[in-house]
Protein backbone atom coordinates (compact mmCIF):
# COMPACT_ATOMS: atom_id res chain seq x y z
CA UNK A 1 0.00 0.00 0.00
CA UNK A 2 1.30 3.52 -0.99
CA UNK A 3 2.01 6.11 1.63
CA UNK A 4 -0.99 8.63 1.98
CA UNK A 5 -0.19 12.30 0.69
CA UNK A 6 0.29 14.03 3.90
CA UNK A 7 0.70 18.01 4.39
CA UNK A 8 3.24 19.07 6.99
CA UNK A 9 2.88 22.14 8.76
CA UNK A 10 5.93 23.35 11.06
CA UNK A 11 4.95 25.52 13.96
CA UNK A 12 7.49 27.81 15.77
CA UNK A 13 7.09 26.59 19.53
CA UNK A 14 8.88 29.88 20.76
CA UNK A 15 6.12 32.04 19.54
CA UNK A 16 3.69 30.94 22.56
CA UNK A 17 6.96 30.35 25.03
CA UNK A 18 9.31 33.38 24.52
CA UNK A 19 6.77 36.06 22.33
CA UNK A 20 3.82 35.64 24.20
CA UNK A 21 1.70 34.33 21.45
CA UNK A 22 -2.01 33.05 22.62
CA UNK A 23 -2.47 29.09 21.05
CA UNK A 24 -5.22 30.73 18.93
CA UNK A 25 -3.00 33.21 17.04
CA UNK A 26 -0.41 30.34 16.62
CA UNK A 27 -2.96 27.78 15.11
CA UNK A 28 -3.90 30.92 12.83
CA UNK A 29 -0.75 31.12 11.50
CA UNK A 30 -0.93 27.41 10.70
CA UNK A 31 -4.09 27.80 8.87
CA UNK A 32 -2.50 30.56 6.89
CA UNK A 33 0.76 28.58 5.57
CA UNK A 34 -1.65 25.74 4.74
CA UNK A 35 -4.20 27.81 2.59
CA UNK A 36 -1.31 29.73 1.15
CA UNK A 37 0.36 26.28 0.13
CA UNK A 38 -2.72 24.61 -1.60
CA UNK A 39 -3.91 28.13 -3.12
CA UNK A 40 0.00 28.86 -4.26
CA UNK A 41 0.65 25.38 -5.74
CA UNK A 42 -3.31 24.76 -7.37
CA UNK A 43 -1.80 23.80 -10.49
CA UNK A 44 0.35 21.26 -9.25
CA UNK A 45 -1.42 17.58 -9.95
CA UNK A 46 -0.59 16.27 -6.48
CA UNK A 47 -2.50 19.11 -4.74
CA UNK A 48 -5.08 18.77 -7.20
CA UNK A 49 -5.23 15.00 -6.63
CA UNK A 50 -4.75 15.52 -2.34
CA UNK A 51 -7.62 18.60 -2.88
CA UNK A 52 -9.65 16.32 -4.32
CA UNK A 53 -9.76 13.31 -1.86
CA UNK A 54 -11.12 15.61 0.42
CA UNK A 55 -12.59 13.18 2.73
CA UNK A 56 -8.73 11.61 3.23
CA UNK A 57 -6.62 14.32 3.76
CA UNK A 58 -3.89 13.87 5.86
CA UNK A 59 -1.70 16.75 7.91
CA UNK A 60 0.77 16.85 10.74
CA UNK A 61 1.62 19.47 13.07
CA UNK A 62 5.01 19.89 14.08
CA UNK A 63 6.89 22.42 16.58
CA UNK A 64 10.12 23.78 16.14
CA UNK A 65 11.75 25.90 18.68
CA UNK A 66 12.48 28.84 16.74
CA UNK A 67 12.75 31.11 13.54
CA UNK A 68 16.31 29.99 13.05
CA UNK A 69 15.14 26.35 12.95
CA UNK A 70 12.24 26.68 11.00
CA UNK A 71 14.56 28.27 8.81
CA UNK A 72 16.43 25.27 8.52
CA UNK A 73 13.79 23.27 7.82
CA UNK A 74 12.46 25.15 4.85
CA UNK A 75 16.22 24.98 3.44
CA UNK A 76 16.12 21.22 4.21
CA UNK A 77 12.83 21.05 1.82
CA UNK A 78 14.00 23.70 -0.59
CA UNK A 79 17.13 21.14 -1.02
CA UNK A 80 14.85 18.38 -1.52
CA UNK A 81 12.95 19.92 -4.36
CA UNK A 82 10.18 20.04 -1.90
CA UNK A 83 7.27 22.58 -2.57
CA UNK A 84 5.99 24.66 0.74
CA UNK A 85 4.94 28.08 1.72
CA UNK A 86 6.80 30.00 4.41
CA UNK A 87 4.15 32.56 5.83
CA UNK A 88 5.52 35.36 7.30
CA UNK A 89 3.24 37.48 9.20
CA UNK A 90 2.45 41.22 8.67
CA UNK A 91 3.13 43.73 9.36
CA UNK A 92 6.04 42.24 11.59
CA UNK A 93 7.74 40.48 8.86
CA UNK A 94 7.72 37.56 11.21
CA UNK A 95 8.24 33.90 9.61
CA UNK A 96 5.54 31.86 11.74
CA UNK A 97 5.43 28.62 10.27
CA UNK A 98 5.56 26.81 6.86
CA UNK A 99 3.53 24.32 5.25
CA UNK A 100 4.68 21.92 2.34
CA UNK A 101 2.38 20.19 -0.32
CA UNK A 102 1.19 16.94 -0.14
CA UNK A 103 3.87 14.60 -0.08
CA UNK A 104 4.53 11.24 1.08
CA UNK A 105 6.14 11.03 4.81
CA UNK A 106 9.50 9.04 3.67
CA UNK A 107 9.93 12.32 1.48
CA UNK A 108 10.30 14.96 3.98
CA UNK A 109 11.03 12.44 7.55
CA UNK A 110 15.06 13.28 7.37
CA UNK A 111 13.83 17.04 7.87
CA UNK A 112 10.51 16.26 10.18
CA UNK A 113 12.54 13.91 12.57
CA UNK A 114 14.07 17.06 14.29
CA UNK A 115 10.69 18.29 15.07
CA UNK A 116 8.14 16.84 17.14
CA UNK A 117 4.23 16.71 17.08
CA UNK A 118 2.48 19.81 18.05
CA UNK A 119 1.76 19.66 21.98
CA UNK A 120 -0.37 22.63 23.45
Not at 6 to 27: A, E, Y
Not at 38 to 54: E, G, I, S
Not at 75 to 80: E, I, P, T
Request: a positive charge; one cysteine or more; aromatic letters at 8%.
Amino acid sequence: MAEPLTMFIIVRKDLIKQLGWNFGSVMTQACHATSATLWRFKDNPVVQAYANDWENMHKVVLETKNEASLQKAADGLKAKGVDFHLWVEQPENLPTCLATIPTQRSTVQDITKKCQLWRS
